[in-house]
């Protein structure tokens, strides 16, 4: 991923504004996601693709341009495509309308590798959720395909299969348990709503920036399923259902995480 | 020119309202992709998973006692004419290790290595190790309660298919579906029930 080495100096200097800035919370600024939230920001504004022109006109549901507060009502339904899409989705789509861009390398590697570089998806990720940081978690349940992509969610969420015989609910429908040391939410209920909204995250065992497509994408590998896919009908379903049952918490995006 | 108006209309049908008629099987299945040993075959239910697949007890139409019927059938025990519990322990040693290995049979695991139980995710175990999950119950100080061929037997059973006793059970069927060999679920149960493992020491 190209480096903005000004991009990265603003960053550097927003961290560190943290402590004479009395308006944020430290907690919020010391977290390396925010060199990728300018790494993403800068992506957004660069022209690129066939058609050379940025993603300022993408439309992420609030209408073309409007990026601050968009994530607060993602996943949603979007009448051009007859679609409910999530954040990922929805910047492929603007990728590959707006820019004109062919996917397949973006879909080859959407999610980098422990150590990074951070790939172009997960900064342009970081950077439109940070500009809902703050905001209350707000995912829409008015057109019918937003209700049916909750009740496709739920029943994703219990769906037993494989060798394990796991759902997501195996682990994750009972409150105050844990895995090993790992402390597990219940996704059923507004304990959902923290969790949502903490993603994208910096995950310092990985030292990169991880979305939430990519935390479903790590589960259905240890449900010892097939590999979940960036932008798919399953991946939004899911998330429609955690974003919906822990709607109203903050969202607290770029998150800072083990 | 008959082929792409089909391919439309099977477009059509994976437009946000048909849901239903897809099934869940063939949602995840669009949805993802066959990596490593993870294949397609995976997101077909048996019988009991899809009892299961619902919110708190069982699906409507099941019968809990012919699924915890079936479930007893399907438990292979070890072969023996007279009792002797030497016949259901292996080494606790290797049952330890079996315990805290957390790998098998996910897509980035490679399938030549042995598949972990990986009890520690859910279960307290020895005293010992502090890093225990806490979605199973306590097994601390499992060997306390002897090596009667009734334990045997119920400790077998609860590792080969925990459904014959709780028939939505969350843990896996380790000895139907696979994941330990007769002789790891052995290892396994020396390490709950041999009085020199640090389960009970």
């Known amino acids: 991923m190209k480096i903005n080495m000004f991009q990265r100096m603003i960053a550097g200097l927003m961290m560190s504004a943290s402590l004479i800035a009395p308006t944020y919370a430290q907690d919020d600024l010391d977290n390396p996601a925010w060199f990728m939230v300018d790494d993403g920001m800068a992506l957004w504004e660069t022209p690129n693709g066939p058609n050379d022109v940025s993603l300022e006109e993408c439309d992420l549901g609030l209408g073309a341009g409007v990026v601050e507060g968009a994530f607060a009502q993602l996943p949603r339904y979007f009448e051009d495509t007859n679609q409910v899409m999530d954040i990922e989705a929805r910047i492929l789509h603007c990728m590959e309308t707006i820019q004109g861009r062919d996917l397949v390398d973006v879909l080859a590697k959407p999610y980098s590798n422990a150590g990074g570089p951070g790939t172009e998806m997960e900064a342009l990720v970081a950077y439109v959720a940070s500009e809902s940081n703050g905001m209350e978690l707000a995912t829409p349940q008015d057109h019918p395909a937003e209700q049916a992509a909750y009740e496709l969610g739920e029943q994703l969420f219990y769906f037993r299969a494989g060798p394990h015989d796991f759902s997501c609910a195996t682990c994750h429908s009972q409150s105050n348990k844990r895995i090993r040391l790992t402390e597990l939410a219940n996704l059923t209920n507004d304990e959902s709503g923290p969790v949502f909204g903490s993603w994208p995250a910096y995950r310092k065992t990985e030292g990169v920036v991880r979305t939430m497509g990519w935390r479903l994408q790590s589960c259905s590998r240890q449900q010892r399923l097939t590999q979940l896919q960036i932008g798919s009908e399953a991946t939004t379903a899911l998330e429609v259902f955690l974003a919906v049952n822990g709607a109203g918490a903050e969202i607290t995006a770029p998150g800072y995480k083990r | ?201």
């Not at chain 2, 059509?12 to 008629?21: D, G, K, R, T, Y």
């Not at chain 2, 190790?129 to 306390?144: F, I, K, R, S």
């Open chain 2, 1 to 201: 020119m008959k082929k792409v108006v089909m391919i439309f209309m099977s477009l059509a049908l994976v437009a946000p309202f048909s849901i239903a008629e897809q099934g869940i099987e063939n949602v995840w299945k669009a949805s993802t992709k066959e990596v490593g040993q993870a294949k397609y075959d995976r997101l077909s239910q048996d019988e009991l998973q899809d009892a299961c697949s619902t919110k708190g007890g069982v699906k409507e139409g099941y019968d809990v006692n012919v699924l915890r019927q079936k479930a007893q059938e399907s438990i292979v025990y070890p072969k023996y004419e007279t009792f002797d519990p030497s016949y259901y322990l292996g080494d606790w040693k290797n049952g330890e290790s079996i315990a805290k290995n957390g790998k098998g049979l996910q897509y980035n695991d490679d399938p030549k290595d042995p598949n972990g139980g990986n009890c520690y995710a859910c279960h307290q175990m020895a005293q010992e190790e502090v890093a225990y999950g806490t979605l199973g119950t306590t097994l601390q100080n499992y060997g306390m309660r002897g090596q009667s061929e009734v334990m045997m037997q119920y400790t077998w059973a609860k590792i080969y298919n925990p459904h014959v006793y709780n028939v939505c059970s969350m843990m896996p069927r380790f000895g139907v579906n696979g994941i330990l060999t007769e002789q790891q679920m052995k290892d396994v149960m020396a390490y709950l029930l041999d009085p020199n493992s640090p389960v009970n020491n």
